[in-house]
């Protein structure tokens, strides 16, 4: 078992972890962090906080999600394209075979 289990102070492991914690924190959620501790709330309090704000609720448009809308968006319009493209072209030619065969 570990020395946590047998009566040991477990202080000196939660302070390591939520350090840990912290030091796994984006910028943001450092910042978010830092204001809530220098408005007096508690570090556990804060670090919830932090976490909640960098949160991004379901159904939230990011910038990830942006760019890969539009990076299928581009995909489609070109195939959009290059398949009217063709089309065209296979217009063009049957008209001219019809005016050659109907000459």
Do not use: C, Q, W
Not at 47 to 74: C, D, F, M, N, Q
């Amino acid at each position: 078992m570990s020395p946590f289990f047998l009566g040991h102070d477990t202080g000196k492991l939660t302070t390591i972890a939520r350090t840990a914690t912290i030091n796994s924190m984006s910028t943001i959620h450092k910042e978010v962090y830092d204001a809530f501790l220098e408005a007096g709330t508690s570090e556990e309090k804060a670090e919830s906080a932090a976490h909640a704000i960098a949160t991004v609720p379901e159904g939230l448009v990011t910038e990830e999600s942006l760019k890969s809308a539009l990076s299928e968006l581009k995909y489609e319009l070109k195939y959009e394209m290059y398949r009217l493209f063709t089309t065209g072209i296979g217009v063009v030619l049957a008209a001219i075979a019809a005016l050659a065969i109907f000459k």
